[in-house]
């Protein structure tokens, strides 16, 4: 029996965390009261208009958070790659959320698909970072991207006023799939 671990492997029960483990923890505490200690300074110079249009930056450093854990650590245990979902998609967030303060909210009716591009940048972020052996549950990811970026695509021409857009969209992606299957892959 090999007991090797891999750097996909999750750590054994008996196996005792190493210092890069132990220190994944307090690092990422640290990391939380530096950015919010330095939020806070900012506030205290720049009043509260700085607050108003600063919290999107919030979503920001929180996902850059879930990426420095993810990148710091060395061997990263089965599906952890995980980590990546969560700091795109509150970076995606936060960077929506910092151009709606700068062009105003009232545009949220066209830009509101983006919270599912979001999802779909998210899976494609844990797609690049999953071990690449792990095949058939690569295709079913890249599979669920490609739906999702479809959606997303088809609500955008919806928001923007193309209502009647959308069924002739629906035709050509359609259409699309006819005549690769028809072809061949």
Do not use: C
């Not at 249009?53 to 920001?60: A, E, H, T, Y």
Request: without cysteine; hydrophobic residues 55%; positive net charge.
């Amino acid at each position: 029996m090999n007991t090797e671990m891999n750097e996909h492997s999750p750590l054994n029960h008996n196996q005792q965390p190493t210092a890069q483990h132990r220190a994944t923890g307090p690092m990422i505490t640290g990391l939380l009261l530096v950015i919010l200690g330095i939020v806070l300074l900012f506030a205290q110079f720049f009043g509260q208009r700085f607050m108003s249009n600063f919290w999107p930056f919030l979503f920001i450093a929180g996902g850059l958070i879930f990426y420095a854990v993810y990148f710091i650590r060395f061997t990263k245990p089965a599906g952890f790659e995980g980590m990546l979902f969560p700091g795109t998609y509150l970076v995606i967030l936060g960077v929506l959320f910092f151009i709606l303060n700068l062009i105003g909210w009232y545009n949220m009716v066209y830009l509101w698909p983006t919270f599912v591009l979001a999802v779909a940048v998210s899976l494609g972020a844990i797609y690049l970072f999953s071990p690449k052996e792990q095949t058939d549950k690569r295709k079913d990811l890249l599979s669920s991207i490609k739906v999702l970026i479809i959606i997303s695509a088809v609500l955008y021409v919806i928001a923007a006023g193309g209502l009647y857009l959308w069924p002739l969209a629906l035709v050509i992606i359609g259409l699309i799939i006819i005549f690769k299957a028809l072809v061949g892959k």
